[in-house]
């Protein structure tokens, strides 16, 4: 059965510190992940994702996710976070006619001054 | 990105009443809706799908008799909650899609207090 796992709840950095949200995946066929960010009462807005071709894909605030299909991982990173970068991330895999998205669980971020 | 509109952004009622939240795509046709739930530390789960002037198709456990979904244009769909229960409190979250769409687009949640 397709899942998303986020392990962390919370975490909690200092600004200009680096960040990695880890998230991992099942599903049976290749996925479509995605990376989406919430801010308090804001819907969500998509920081980046991964179809196919380099596994590196970069998206908007400075982010990155490097898919590792042997890991089943997606994690989510930037290397110098921003105040502004407080939310809650969601990671989530689409099947392969966009139908369905299967998301994780969150994972909030804190960002210390 | 798309321009979505979802409200009320809250709402607080009481058990046995109905409340409805209605979804937007403002800048574009949404030909295909979805509705998700959130419960506190969980994930978004999907409720149902509905495609414009079609029946919604429904997740397996969501009631179709009390998650009403209508998706009468391809700019608007709404869902109501009828006779309202606490376990019903939760977010709710609309997510229109494009034919062509590969992306997601979502707005941006009701939080639903039943008391």
């Known amino acids: 059965a397709q899942s998303v796992t986020q392990p962390d709840i919370h975490i909690t950095v200092s600004e200009g510190a680096s960040l990695e949200l880890r998230c991992n995946y099942s599903?049976?066929?290749?996925?479509?992940l995605f990376w989406y960010v919430q801010s308090p009462g804001q819907g969500l807005q998509l920081l980046l994702k991964?179809?196919?071709?380099?596994?590196l894909v970069q998206g908007i605030k400075g982010f990155e996710a490097e898919f590792k299909r042997s890991q089943s991982s997606f994690n989510l990173r930037k290397p110098s976070v921003h105040w502004s970068d407080a939310a809650e991330y969601f990671c989530?895999?689409?099947?392969?006619?966009?139908?369905?998205?299967?998301f994780g669980s969150g994972t909030k971020l804190n960002v210390k001054p | 990105g798309a321009v979505v509109s979802q409200h009320p952004s809250r709402v607080i009622c009481k058990s046995g009443t109905s409340v409805k939240i209605e979804c937007r795509s403002l800048?574009?046709?949404?030909?295909?809706m979805f509705w998700y739930r959130q419960f506190p530390k969980q994930s978004l789960m999907l409720m149902a799908t509905?495609?414009?002037?079609?029946?919604?198709?429904?997740e397996q456990g969501v009631e179709k008799d009390k998650f009403l979904i209508n998706h009468a244009s391809l700019t608007l769909s709404t869902l109501t909650v009828t006779s309202a229960h606490p376990e019903d409190s939760s977010f709710y979250i609309c997510?229109?899609?494009?034919?062509?769409?590969?992306?997601?687009?979502f707005g941006q949640g009701t939080r639903l207090t039943v008391v």
């Open positions: 599903y049976g066929a290749t996925p479509y």
């Open positions: 989530a895999v689409g099947d392969n006619n966009f139908n369905k998205f299967y």
């Open positions: 509905s495609n414009e002037g079609s029946k919604a198709t429904y």
């Open positions: 997510s229109p899609r494009r034919g062509d769409g590969t992306e997601a687009f």
């Open positions: 800048d574009f046709q949404a030909t295909t």
């Open positions: 991964y179809f196919s071709g380099d596994t």
